[in-house]
């Protein structure tokens, strides 16, 4: 039997893919995280996980982290992106552009230019605090390197609202504010949860910024995982799984998640 | 315009650039003191390149960044590859399958870096497979394809699809037909995958670890350790990567005004 090619055909490979090295190793991971170290099926990682004190107050200490982060980056973003979004000079695009481009500097590099600054500032009189200061570093480099990812689906969002839609609110005879939480934040809503969950997520997990600008005293929930990498595989599966449910329950509560906005500006 | 609205429009910008002022320090200030004499930040002593010099002297970081561009290339080059492919598939699928395809598609993109790394090292070691280049280079494909394939989705939709039934009508094969038809109205995306994925491989630090055969650096795993175990490292390597940041600095924005002006020019030539 000759088989004829299709063009459907042109997805088996992507798909095969995507079955061993991204459906079969969330299983693994679903196997580990309930099983004890004989391969016996037990609740003990999932019942050590939530009963360990010491546990669940760096779980709190990253969420906390994670929600400052977000908030902060949101306050940042939202005028940012909205000023740009609704100005009317030529260009505009070039100063979207200023804002992606720093993304392009490698991740570990541009924390270490962070780490720099914060060497500098702390040497000089009257910053001494800062040198001890490893949680605001923390958040800082965070909110510095996800900027971002929270401004552009934010801004192209923003950017397609109807201009009419304003001035028909403003006729209407609302005022300026208004209209902002009547007209503008429910339509941007989608820009919001986007880049909220990609700013949360990371935040949460991304123990590179804790460990270069916390002096590795800050412990978020990715470090975690990477500490029992090395000790205990069922309870980093443990923890791997209850991050992967949270992802799943976030996307699912925020009523999908729009995957274009993630392409860092390819697009723009 | 009164003044009113001048002061708000002041206002706006100067909101604009303080948090454009703030993204940049960083950036700039390792940029100024690379060209300084010595390896402290804060006092300007003289322009002297030694930190360049450097740089381009230490035979090892050198071997680094440059297995961290090959590396990005080919995980880079799969990955469109595999994903460009799979894209077309999937938009020539029936509704259900490409739905699934999506789905799972969209897990890394969504999912904690560290969870995608840690199921993948923990699978490498299930059925056996040691680490190597090659997991790497899979690791590299789990995060980059995704992103390939969302890069090029929207090309597809857009493209004119009556071409390639023209294309096959006249007599060529639908393999010449992809080709020859769709793949050039689709190349923008391609490319723009391409990119994006070689940026995703050459940020990367997590995946990278997880997946990584013993004793490969990249400019990430090596600046993380340089900065976090300062021990085996003298202030000098530090400061090399002042001198590596605004190299990156520079091609990039060098990158971007170039493909502006392009653009531009293209843009003009439509009209």
Known sequence: MKLHFSRKMLCIPYAVFLVFFVIIPMLVILFYAFTDKELHLSFSNFIRFFSDPTKLSTIVYSLVIALITTVACLLIAYPVAYILARSKIKK??????????????????????????FNLLSAQRGMEWLAGSNYFKTVFGMVYDFLPFMVLPLYTTLLKIDQSLYEASADLGAGAFTTFTRVTIPLSMPGI???????????????????????????????????????????????????????????????????????RGANL | MNKKTLAVKCLKAAFVGLVLLVLYTPILLLAVYSFDKTDMIGRFEGFSLRHYAALFADAKVLGMIGKT??????????????????????????????TAIHGVSQIPIINAEIVTALALAILFVVIGVGKSYFTLVIGHMVICTPFVVLSVMPKLKQMDNSLYEAALDLGASPMKALFRVVLPQIIPGVISGFM????????????TVYTRPAGFETISTYVYNATMKGNAHTAQTLSSFWALTTIIFLVIVLFVVLSNLSGIRRKEARK
């Open chain 1, 92 to 117: 505009k695009y070039v100063i979207v552009l200023l804002f992606v481009t720093p993304m392009w500097i490698n991740f570990v590099l541009r924390v270490n230019a962070i780490r720099e600054l």
């Open chain 1, 193 to 263: 949860m986007s880049g909220v969950t990609m700013v949360f997520l990371p935040s949460m997990t991304n123990y590179v910024v804790s460990d270069m600008l916390g002096n590795a005293k800050v412990t978020i929930v990715g470090k975690f995982i990477y500490e029992y990498f090395g000790t205990d595989w069922h309870m980093g599966s443990m923890v791997a799984l209850v991050l992967l449910v949270v992802v799943f329950l976030s996307t699912w509560l925020s009523g999908g998640f729009k995957a274009e906005d993630t392409v």
């Open chain 2, 69 to 98: 561009f090959l590396l990005a290339f080919v995980a880079a080059t799969l990955s469109t590859v595999l994903g460009t492919a799979g894209a077309l598939g999937m938009f020539y699928c029936k509704k259900r399958v490409r």
């Open chain 2, 196 to 207: 994006l994925a070689v940026t995703l491989s050459l940020d990367d630090y997590i995946v």
